[in-house]
C-alpha cells in the first residue's frame, strides 16, 4: 500500500514547477493523448456495433431469420410446406410470401421496385413496415387496388399518398406477335420507411392475392419466412425442416443470404479496434517518456530521499503512482468525450454537412438513414481496462530507474 508521504511525494511531482514546463508539457500531452485514443475507440466501436445491430434489427425484421424459398421462384404447394415450417420447434413465426422485382412507373419516370406481397394480417404485424408509417395508413390496403411503398421510392418518383403508381410486369399475356407485359394501376395508401435506404428505395407492399393475380401465379406463392426463437442459431433450429422439405423448397438462414455483409462488417471492427488502439500505445510512449524525463530532473531529489531513508519499493510506487494518474486522468477524460461524441453524433455529422457543403452521411452508401451507435458496457470497460493496463506498464521502467538511484554516486558531485 501506498504511504501518505508517497502519496504527498507523487501529488508534487504531478504538479509544474520553475525550470520543468517542458516536463509538464509533455505529460499534459500524454493525458490528451490518452483521452483520445480512448475517446475514438468507444465512439467509434459504438457506431461499428450500432451499424451491425440497427442492419441486423432492420434487416431481420423485415426479411426474417430464414426463408422456405420454392424452386425456380415458386412453392405452389405450399401449404403444407408452412404447416410443416410452423411445426417445427424453436420456430415463432411463418409467413407465405410473394417477392418478385418489377417496374413502376409514375408520370413519366420509371424505377426497378421489388413487389411483396403478404396476407393482410402478417402486413400489419410486420413491426418494421407497421411502426415506421411515415404517411397514409395500412389500413388502406383493404381497398381494392391500393399499395405502401418506401419513402425513397416515393421521393424519387415524386409520388405521394393518393397518386396512382404504375406496375409493370413482363409475364403478361400472350399473344401471336409476343408476350403482351401486364400494366396495371395502383392506389398508393401508405408510405413506409424502414431505414435501410435500399429497402426504402424498392419496396412496394400489397396483399398476397392481388400480388399472386399481378404476376398469374394462381394460387402459388414463391417463399416462406420463418422466424425463429434464436436468430444467431437459425440454421441449427431448421435443421430438422430441410430434409421433410427437399422436394419442394430449400431452407435459407440470414447467414447465408447476407453473409457477406455480415462478415465485412465483423472484419471491418476487429480492424478498426486494433487500428485504434494504436493511439493509445503511442499516447503510452509518450507518458513513458514524460517520466523518463521527470526522474532524470529529480535525481538529486531523489538521492535526498534515499538517505532520508525511502526505500527503492518506495521510490518505486511514487513513479508508478504519477505516471498511472496520468493515465487514469486521460482514460477518464477520454471517456467523458467518448460519451459527448456518441450523444451528440448525428448534430455533428450534420454540422459537418453543412461546414463542407457536402452530405456526409449518404444513405445510399451507408445503408441507413442515420449515424447509428449502441454502447456495449462490456466493451467500454475493455478499453478502459487495457488503457489503464497499458499506463501501468509504461512507468515500470522510469519508475525502476528511479529505485536504482544511488544516491552516493548522485550526492557525491553535489
Known amino acids: 500500500m501506498i504511504t501518505r508521504y508517497e502519496r504527498l511525494v507523487a501529488a508534487r511531482y504531478l504538479r509544474p514547477v ?26 467509434v466501436m459504438s457506431v461499428m456495433n450500432g451499424f451491425r445491430a440497427e442492419l441486423f434489427d432492420r434487416i431481420l425484421g423485415l426479411n426474417g431469420h ?5 424452386y425456380d421462384g415458386v412453392l405452389p404447394a405450399w401449404r403444407p410446406v408452412l404447416a410443416a415450417t410452423r411445426a417445427t420447434p424453436g420456430v415463432t413465426a411463418a409467413i407465405p410470401m410473394i417477392e418478385q422485382p418489377l417496374m413502376a412507373s409514375f408520370r413519366g419516370r420509371v424505377a426497378g421496385v421489388i413487389v411483396r406481397g403478404m396476407l393482410p394480417a402478417d402486413i400489419a404485424a410486420t413491426k418494421v413496415v407497421a411502426s415506421n408509417v411515415e404517411s397514409g395508413s395500412l389500413a ?49 395508401g401508405a408510405i413506409f420507411s424502414v431505414g435501410v435506404f435500399d429497402f426504402d428505395k424498392a419496396f412496394v407492399v400489397m396483399p398476397l392475392d392481388r400480388a399472386q ?41 440470414w447467414q447465408t443470404m447476407n453473409a457477406s455483409l455480415f462478415g465485412a462488417l465483423e472484419v471491418e471492427r476487429v480492424v478498426t479496434f486494433w487500428v485504434l488502439a494504436i493511439i493509445i500505445v503511442v ?29 527503492r519499493a518506495a521510490m518505486l510506487r511514487i513513479f508508478v503512482t504519477v505516471g498511472t494518474l496520468t493515465g487514469a486522468a486521460g482514460v477518464a477524460a477520454g471517456v467523458a468525450l ?15 454537412s453543412w461546414l463542407t457543403g457536402q452530405n456526409a452521411w449518404n444513405p445510399s452508401i451507408y445503408f441507413l ?34 529505485a536504482s538511484t544511488d544516491p552516493v554516486q548522485v550526492l557525491r558531485y553535489e
Not at 283 to 310: E, P, Q, W, Y
Not at 384 to 400: D, G, K, R
Open 140 to 188: 388502406s390496403l383493404a381497398n381494392p387496388q391500393t399499395v405502401a411503398i418506401g419513402l425513397e421510392l416515393a421521393r424519387s418518383l415524386g409520388a405521394h399518398v393518393g397518386d396512382d403508381l404504375t406496375l409493370i410486369s413482363p409475364q403478361g399475356e400472350a399473344t401471336p406477335f409476343g408476350t403482351a407485359p401486364r400494366i396495371v394501376a395502383y392506389r398508393i
Open 338 to 352: 467518448g460519451f459527448a461524441l456518441i450523444t451528440w453524433r448525428q448534430a455533428l455529422v450534420d454540422g459537418v
Open 283 to 311: 499516447a503510452v510512449f509518450n507518458i513513458l517518456s514524460s517520466l523518463i524525463m521527470l526522474v532524470r530532473a529529480k535525481k538529486r531529489d531523489i538521492a535526498i530521499l534515499r538517505t532520508m531513508g525511502a526505500s
Open 213 to 253: 393475380t399481378l404476376l398469374g401465379l394462381g394460387d402459388s406463392v414463391g417463399m416462406i419466412e420463418v422466424t425463429t426463437s434464436d436468430p444467431d442459431r437459425a440454421d441449427t433450429i431448421l435443421a430438422p425442416l430441410a430434409p421433410k422439405i427437399r422436394a419442394q423448397a430449400a431452407v435459407v438462414p
Open 66 to 70: 430464414a426463408i422456405v424459398q420454392g
Open 369 to 402: 438513414t442515420k449515424l447509428p451507435a449502441k454502447v456495449d458496457p462490456v466493451q467500454v470497460a475493455g478499453i478502459v481496462l487495457i488503457a489503464l493496463l497499458l499506463s501501468f506498464l509504461a512507468t515500470l521502467y522510469p519508475a525502476w530507474k528511479a
Open 18 to 43: 520553475k525550470g520543468e514546463g517542458f516536463i509538464f508539457l509533455v505529460a499534459s500531452i500524454s493525458l490528451i493523448a490518452v483521452a483520445l485514443g480512448v475517446a475514438a475507440l468507444i465512439a
